[in-house]
């Protein structure tokens, strides 16, 4: 059973950076995808970003283009979403997932 853990949330001004993890344990299969989703307070949870493990099928929700990277490290069995630009309405719990398996989230909170 794959268990995935985030970190890497935090508070930043508008504009400003932050670079989420997401570290899996267990076995991890190339072809799943992995992906980050976000859930502000009131709202569904949305898709933001997804990859394969083999580093293909890259897609992004279109409010984070041009500003989200997802990224991984296959030794290191961790996946990243490099977020630049951040604005306001960033601010959410963001959630890894794997399957069916979502980690605990973290916290970014962009200040204005």
């Known amino acids: 059973q794959v268990q995935l853990v985030e970190s890497g949330g935090g508070l930043v001004q508008a504009g400003g950076s932050l670079r989420l993890s997401c570290a899996a344990s267990?076995?991890?299969?190339?072809?799943?995808?992995m992906g980050w989703f976000r859930q502000a307070p009131g709202r569904e949870r949305e898709f933001v970003a997804t990859m394969r493990w083999s580093g293909g099928s890259i897609r992004y929700a279109d409010f984070v283009k041009g500003r989200f990277t997802i990224s991984r490290d296959n030794a290191q069995n961790t996946v990243y979403l490099q977020m630049n630009s951040l604005k306001p309405e960033d601010t959410a719990v963001y959630y890894c997932?794997?399957?069916?398996?979502w980690g605990q989230g973290t916290q970014v909170t962009v200040s204005s």
């Open positions: 997932n794997y399957g069916s398996v």
């Open positions: 267990g076995r991890t299969l190339s072809t799943t995808a």
